[in-house]
């Protein structure tokens, strides 16, 4: 979506000049002819067929240009009538559709900017939202196909998480990092937890033969290595940030919330807070929840968001999802402060349910007034 609105603004901008390079070449022809405007629009019958036709398309014109100025916030739109008066409505009107494409870009990314990178064969963009300083907070998120376009999206929806950060996430916006997988074919290789992988092979009989075409190999600790080592020092020299892991989170869904609570326990000096929708205790079951559990980091500081649905896959989820809340409450994880294990009834295993909480959580993690409000 947001490609669209970059190719139409080309679109209006390139048919701006025509219509600017037409309109000064004729006119400057009709002046040296010394041609008779005023007879030349009324003429004939067919010149007043033809003028007053011009002239209600343009008074059209005029009054959907006003109410999209006032509606989206487009100010000195009269400059365009003042324009129109010494050029060509053909130049003038294709210029304002050209900045109300860019208009609506800048909405759509809350008035921040989306850039792209491409770490070892990963693409990341990165959200900056309008205002940054060294203290703003990083957010990681995995599967970024899925987080801001729904034209990148496996699933044709998205996250939704620029409208939340935009309308319902309070207080400071956070810069948001989105780590596209190598592929949908390699994705649980890459976000599983590859320490337990390794001692226990058999997970990998359980799943089935479409999830193993490329292999049965983890390389969930060089993905970590890759957030860890590569992109975060990137972010952080690129837009001048102070790191602190109570400030820097990595959220994901199902195999990606595993993969955040591992790189939480691997790399603890780095990411403060783990935010896992419909975590995917599944693989492994109470051996991946006992396991992973145990590498959580125990100091009293860092955070856990893991919450379940109950419909599609997610209905399988509850009794593991209560146990390993359990033992992280036992590992002194106290709530809500450092813990939210919700259950959420009637909800599925899909971006569009998940895009229904990611506010809720990142208000959460970011202490924003108003966050027990948000969780009661």
Not at 228 to 253: C, K, N, W
Request: contains cysteine; aromatic residues 12%; negative net charge.
């Amino acid at each position: 979506m947001f490609r669209k609105h970059s190719v139409k603004a080309a679109l209006y901008l390139a048919t701006s000049a025509i219509g600017l390079i037409t309109a000064w070449t004729l006119n400057a022809l009709a002046v040296f002819e010394e041609a008779d405007y005023l007879a030349a629009w009324f003429g004939s019958v067919v010149d007043w067929v033809l003028s007053v036709d011009l002239l209600v398309v343009g008074a059209a014109v005029a009054i959907f240009m006003i109410s999209e100025a006032r509606r989206l916030g487009m100010k000195g739109v009269w400059i365009y009538f003042l324009l129109s008066g010494i050029t060509a409505i053909a130049f003038t009107f294709p210029l304002f559709m050209f900045f109300r494409e860019r208009k609506l870009l800048s909405i759509r990314l809350g008035g921040g900017k989306l850039q792209r990178f491409e770490f070892d064969n990963h693409r990341v963009d990165v959200w900056v939202p309008p205002t940054i300083n060294p203290k703003t907070p990083i957010l990681f998120m995995h599967d970024g196909r899925n987080l801001f376009d729904e034209l990148d999206s496996f699933t044709g929806k998205t996250w939704e998480v620029i409208p939340a950060i935009r309308d319902e996430v309070r207080g400071e916006k956070p810069l948001m990092v989105g780590v596209w997988g190598l592929s949908d074919e390699t994705r649980i290789r890459e976000l599983s937890p590859q320490e337990i992988m390794e001692r226990h092979p058999e997970f990998w009989d359980a799943l089935p033969d479409e999830y193993k075409t490329t292999g049965t190999e983890s390389f969930g600790d060089a993905y970590v290595s890759l957030i860890a080592d590569a992109i975060l020092p990137f972010v952080v020299d690129r837009y001048e940030l102070e790191h602190d892991l109570q400030r820097t989170a990595v959220m994901g869904s199902s195999m990606g919330g595993l993969i955040s609570l591992y790189a939480m326990s691997k790399r603890p000096e780095l990411f403060g807070t783990a935010i896992c929708f419909s975590t995917h205790w599944l693989l492994g079951q109470s051996t991946m929840v006992n396991q992973l559990t145990s590498m959580l980091p125990t100091d009293g500081i860092h955070r856990i968001w893991t919450d379940s649905g109950t419909k599609e896959l997610d209905e399988h989820y509850p009794p593991l999802h209560l146990m390993a809340a359990e033992v992280m409450r036992s590992k002194g994880y106290t709530e809500p402060e450092l813990l939210v294990a919700n259950i959420y009834p009637y909800a599925g295993h899909h971006e569009s349910y998940w895009s229904r909480r990611v506010a809720d959580a990142l208000n959460w993690w970011l202490k924003a007034p108003g966050r027990d409000q948000v969780l009661g």
